[in-house]
């Protein structure tokens, strides 16, 4: 939902209360609008809810800025105020760096496989820190995912909720990563052996690197827990890649 002229107005004067500065519009979610904002010369994003979902489950999308309070991790913004004021109610967070996988996937960048492998083993050390937090993501995509080309971001905990919240035969984050992987897989000439084809078992991948792939997607036995993934991610693309 685009905020009218005169909303506009109103949110930089709310801003100025904090001494932020509101620079640009980024982009439009499900729940709301993130925006560039600075103060003292750093820059950050804030995210505005859309005013009827405030209304409706307010204390829904405060679980986000929650969850973001207890997460200090490199790979993951850091909470920086929680902005309630004016009929404003939204976030401002640390501005990560890089761009979103599915930008440079949309820009036809094609990453390689020791790219794919790094972004998959931080995504991994990521999601393994959070489930020890008991806090699953639930939105693991590329839209979520910035990449510099070394490092790796994790951002939009929207959707996050506690671990135990969920149906353990199905937990979403494992899905998640395997789905990052076949969307980036989908360019990679090293790993697609027919251009015309894009099939699992038809990756140009070893036999212990497809197996974590399709535990991760649930075509064979599904991960319950993300140490034993770290363990066997690392058995299989990093010590024994080839």
């Not at 404003?88 to 599915?102: D, H, R, T």
């Not at 991994?124 to 008991?134: D, K, R, W």
């Amino acid at each position: 939902m685009r905020l009218s002229g005169n909303r506009i107005r109103t949110l930089r004067g709310t801003l100025a209360h904090d001494s932020f500065q509101l620079i640009r519009t980024l982009g439009q979610g499900r729940f709301g609008t993130a925006y560039l904002v600075s103060r003292d010369k750093i820059h950050y994003v804030l995210k505005i809810f859309n005013p009827n979902d405030v209304k409706r489950r307010k204390e829904k999308l405060a679980r986000e800025s929650k969850f973001l309070k207890k997460i200090d991790h490199p790979a993951i913004p850091q909470l920086i105020q929680v902005l309630d004021r004016d009929g404003f109610y939204g976030l401002v967070m640390e501005q990560m760096p890089g761009q979103s996988l599915e930008d440079l996937l949309e820009s036809d960048y094609a990453f390689n496989k020791i790219e794919i492998t790094a972004i998959m083993a931080q995504l991994i050390t990521v999601m393994e820190y959070l489930s020890g937090l008991h806090i699953s993501h639930r939105d693991i995509k590329t839209d979520n995912i910035l990449w510099t080309g070394a490092q790796l971001a994790l951002i939009d905990f929207g959707s996050a909720g506690p671990v135990s919240r969920f149906n353990r035969r199905f937990i979403p984050d494992f899905w998640g990563i395997g789905d990052v992987f076949l969307r980036l897989a989908s360019g990679c000439d090293e790993m697609i052996a027919e251009p015309n084809k894009f099939l699992i078992g038809q990756l140009d991948l070893n036999q212990a690197q497809r197996y974590v792939i399709q535990r991760l997607l649930y075509i064979e036995k599904p991960y319950r827990d993300f140490q034993t993934l770290t363990e066997d991610f690392s058995n299989a693309w990093i010590k024994n890649a080839d």
